[in-house]
Nanobody
Framework: QVQVVESGGGLVQPGGSLRLSCAAS????????ADWYHQRPGKQRELVAS???????DYADSVKGRFTISRDNALKTVYLQMNSLKPEDTAVYYC????????????WGQGTQVTVSS
């Protein structure tokens, strides 16, 4: 049984930092690309950051220079380090794992809430 579980969300003041984690089980993690999405209230889900099976990363323009995505294949975990947080980063953050050899095989976590407010 495949499980994808995000953690690390919470309430933080503007300018603060959070680190999100996404832990997977039941899959060969190293064969999956990993994406972080966020969904603001009333908005569509948007791609924030991606990391490939070999560690290649990509970021949305809105988070470049502030967020860092990384992965630990031994722990089957992907991270999103978020620095210099802004109120507009407030959203539910979701982890998505996509099988590198068949992009129809994809798994989502349940999401973790990030609230940036003073």
């Amino acid at each position: 049984q495949v499980q994808v579980v995000e953690s690390g969300g919470g309430l933080v003041q503007p300018g603060g930092s959070l680190r999100l984690s996404c832990a997977a089980s039941g899959i060969t993690f190293g064969l999956y690309t990993a994406d972080w999405y966020h969904q603001r209230p009333g908005k569509q889900r948007e791609l924030v950051a991606s990391i490939g099976t070999h560690g290649t990363t990509d970021y949305a323009d809105s988070v470049k220079g502030r967020f860092t995505i990384s992965r630990d294949n031994a722990l089957k975990t992907v991270y999103l380090q978020m620095n210099s947080l802004k109120p507009e980063d407030t959203a539910v953050y979701y982890c998505n794992l996509v099988f590198a050899y068949n992009t129809d095989t994809t798994y989502w976590g349940q999401g973790t809430q990030v609230t940036v407010s003073s």
